[in-house]
């Protein structure tokens, strides 16, 4: 159980473009779903926090407009990174949890900008 | 401020034990946690332990919390190569997980 996907798995974009990164959880309602962002060989940063029906709560130094959250049902979150430019390159990953406090992974989505 | 701090890279001899360290911050992290990234992956949870224990074992892995130091620390067992993957630890802050910079372990055969 506790089943987190992501699609797409990897996505190439031209620069100026947008792209939609989508989160489900199949096999739990997930009350609250993070964003996390990976560069190459570094750390997870924590982009934003959803709650299934509520505004995203970003982190210090995201861009909210930059970075579009949506958390419209207990299975989907999606990302949207609006006028992409080849900085924001990265591995998305985003978590969900439910009822226990745990967070369930999903395997990330590698985006790159050219 | 929350910072987590882990080693970069261990290398190891398949069949030897491996041992992991990370050092937290947040005294008040109620859950500590290890986690495994193989390449191009997603995050898997290997283990956590509860700040009020000193240690946990869960067949090949044992874990071991020094709360005055603030140290955790990740022990494999007979490291095989299927271990080899960055693992990262991680406190939580409020409702947030806090990862460490992640140590790459190669197991070498």
């Known amino acids: 159980g506790a089943v987190v996907s992501q699609h797409p798995s990897w996505v190439i974009c031209k620069s100026g473009t947008s792209v939609k990164i989508e989160c489900r959880s199949l096999?739990?309602?997930?009350?609250?779903m993070f964003w996390y962002r990976q560069f190459p060989k570094q750390s997870l940063m924590l982009m934003a926090t959803s709650n299934e029906g509520s505004k995203a709560t970003y982190e210090q130094g995201v861009e909210k407009d930059k970075f579009l959250i949506n958390h419209a049902s207990l299975t989907l979150s999606t990302l949207t990174v609006t006028s992409a430019h080849p900085e924001d390159s990265s591995f998305y990953i985003c978590s969900a949890s439910g009822t226990s406090a745990e967070q369930f992974f999903g395997p990330g989505t590698r985006l790159t900008v050219l | 401020g929350e910072d987590v701090e882990q080693s970069l890279f261990l290398s190891v001899r398949e069949g030897d034990s491996s041992v992991i360290n990370c050092t937290y911050t947040?005294?008040?992290?109620?859950?500590l946690y290890w986690y495994k990234q193989e390449p191009g992956a997603g995050l898997q949870l290997l283990t956590y332990i509860f700040s009020n224990m000193d240690m946990k074992q869960d067949q090949r892995l044992t874990v071991l919390l020094n709360k005055k130091d603030k140290h955790l620390s990740l022990r494999i067992a007979d490291t095989q190569t299927g271990d080899s993957a960055i693992y990262f630890c991680?406190?939580?802050?409020?409702?947030?997980?806090?990862f460490g910079s992640g140590t790459r372990l190669l197991v070498r055969p």
């Open positions: 991680a406190e939580t802050s409020s409702y947030k997980l806090i």
């Open positions: 096999d739990f309602q997930a009350t609250t």
């Open positions: 947040d005294s008040s992290s109620t859950y």
